[in-house]
T-cell receptor, first 112, second 114 residues
Framework: DAKTTQPPSMDCAEGRAANLPCNHS???????VYWYRQIHSQGPQYIIH???NNETNEMASLIITEDRKSSTLILPHATLRDTAVYYC?????????????FGKGTKLSVKP | DAGVTQSPTHLIKTRGQQVTLRCSPI?????VSWYQQVLGQGPQFIFQ???????GRGNFPDRFSARQFPNYSSELNVNALLLGDSALYLC?????????????FGPGTRLTVT
């Protein structure tokens, strides 16, 4: 079973920031937080990952709470093309245990 | 550079038949993982192969099998197809073992079993 809890759906206005929350209260010290998204009928796309520090790349920012029990993915200026299902995944680092365990994710709808 | 490629894109099979799905990883990637995604659910892990050896297996029956070739491409075989095997089958590649490197997904093969 997935070790994360996400809201099933969210709406966001085009051009505004989209903040997607994720709870992972049972996360272990050696587990990273990963975010993927899946645009309709395509394969999942890697977005970002982090261990305990906040991370930023060209796609998004990841904010992880100090106790690591929750995190937020931020898309700073959402566009219609960001409409997708977003998956938050905790994953062991290293070895053969790191396959992705997907939950149902959050369906983000960006509206004009 | 080309991403992960999968073939065929779509196929329709009848219950009881066998199917083979193919995946070519990103150039330089040595690990391939297979996932099954039924409608409305997130992908579920089936297999991981690294350097031609099985390195992980999800909770799927023995009707599912896979292999990886010396060029790191991979095949997923499903025997005695059931209606419940209808799904999008995704292949993901990574530089090394999936626990250390990001996985990059292909577009998937849509399998319909009638």
């Amino acid at each position: 079973d997935a070790k994360t809890t996400q809201p099933p759906s969210m709406d966001c206005a085009e051009g505004r920031a989209a903040n997607l929350p994720c709870n992972h209260s049972t996360i272990s010290g050696n587990e990273y937080v990963y975010w993927y998204r899946q645009i309709h009928s395509q394969g999942p796309q890697y977005i970002i990952h982090g261990l305990k520090n906040n991370e930023t790349n060209e796609m998004a920012s990841l904010i992880i709470t100090e106790d690591r029990k929750s995190s937020t993915l931020i898309l700073p200026h959402a566009t219609l093309r960001d409409t997708a299902v977003y998956y938050c995944i905790v994953r062991v680092a290293g070895g053969s245990q790191g396959n992705l365990i997907f939950g149902k994710g959050t369906k983000l709808s960006v509206k004009p | 550079d080309a991403g992960v490629t999968q073939s065929p894109t779509h196929l329709i099979k009848t219950r009881g038949q066998q199917v083979t799905l193919r995946c070519s990883p990103i150039s330089g990637h040595k690990s391939v993982s297979w996932y099954q995604q039924v409608l409305g659910q997130g992908p579920q892990f089936i297999f991981q192969y690294y350097e031609k050896e099985e390195r992980g297996r999800g909770n799927f029956p023995d009707r599912f099998s896979a292999r990886q070739f010396p060029n790191y491409s991979s095949e997923l075989n499903v025997n005695a197809l059931l209606l419940g095997d209808s799904a999008l089958y995704l292949c993901a590649s990574s530089l090394g073992l999936a626990g250390t490197y990001e996985q990059y997904f292909g577009p998937g093969t849509r399998l319909t079993v009638t």
